[in-house]
């Protein structure tokens, strides 16, 4: 997104100021896309697609890595005493999967593959499998796939996927994710798209037309769903913290994020 300035959308926090007071001292999770508040789109409910917003760490809004923040009250939503602070941060991410079953109605038998065994990956395979459904993950790192099947997730090398999946979600975040997951969805089957590096893939998109498939694209999602999965438990993430580091050591947590089998490095600002 070409951004520069703190990065960070992944956060919970405790309310400093705010002109609503009885905000004030909550502890909250926001979503990340602030709109204008008068466009169609904002006033339709979708600020997240509203074509001036801002994004927090990713489009003209200083992120989580910080001691403060700034988002819109109606960015804000209160997390239940029963999540504590290392399971809020996943609400973010966890919405972004749910986003999935807001987009598509999906038949509780069918098969679906979710290829990328990164962060992204990992936590829709864990929310779709919490919600009942059959996934299998495809991946190239064998200690996360490892890891991954350790904690109950059919995971495994993406070479050895065979066609027939009803639905594949490409979470790989490279531009071959597309092409590959054409390849495993059966024939009027769907494919969802959580990668944003698809943009740069070379597609046939032949096999799209004479499969008759469904291609969605699929961003950011709401956060009630995420907050009442976290705090039913329905859906344990704790697992895939890898570290928690002080703010001062982000560099450090970079590091230790991009280091394979870690999953989540989660940084601590006070
Ligand atoms: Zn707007």
Do not use: W
């Not at 904002?42 to 997240?48: E, I, P, Q, S, Y």
């Not at 065994?117 to 993950?137: K, P, S, W």
């Not at 096999?207 to 699929?218: A, D, K, L, Q």
Request: net charge positive; with cysteine; aromatic share 4%.
């Amino acid at each position: 997104m070409n951004y520069r300035g703190v990065l960070g959308h992944e956060f919970v926090g405790k309310v400093l100021r705010s002109d609503n007071s009885a905000l004030i001292g909550r502890r909250v999770v926001g979503e990340i896309n602030a709109g204008c508040g008068r466009c169609d789109a904002c006033r339709g409910g979708l600020a997240r697609h509203c074509a001036g917003r801002t994004v927090l760490g990713i489009v003209g809004r200083d992120g989580a890595f910080a001691e403060r923040l700034s988002l819109p009250n109606s960015n804000l939503h209160c997390v239940p005493d029963s999540v504590p602070d290392e399971l809020a941060v996943f609400v973010e991410p966890v919405a972004a999967a749910y986003e999935i079953l807001d987009q598509l109605v999906i038949p509780s038998e069918n098969r679906i593959c979710v290829l990328g065994d990164g962060r992204m990956g990992a936590i829709v395979a864990f929310t779709l499998a919490a919600e009942g459904f059959a996934v299998t993950l495809g991946g190239h790192h064998r200690e996360k796939l490892g890891r991954l099947a350790a904690l109950g997730i059919a995971a495994v090398e993406e070479r050895a996927l065979a066609p027939g999946f009803d639905v594949v979600v490409d979470a790989t975040g490279r531009s071959e994710g597309f092409n590959r997951a054409l390849q495993l969805v059966r024939a009027r089957g769907t494919l969802v798209l959580k990668s944003t590096a698809a943009s740069s893939a070379a597609m046939n998109l032949a096999p799209v037309v004479v499969n008759e498939i469904t291609v969605v694209g699929s961003r950011c999602g709401r956060f009630e769903p995420a907050l009442a999965a976290l705090a039913s438990r329905k859906l344990e993430l704790r697992p895939l913290i890898s570290a928690t580091l002080p703010l001062e050591d982000g560099v450090r947590a970079m590091e230790l994020a991009a280091t394979a089998p870690n999953f989540k490095v989660l940084l601590r600002p006070s």
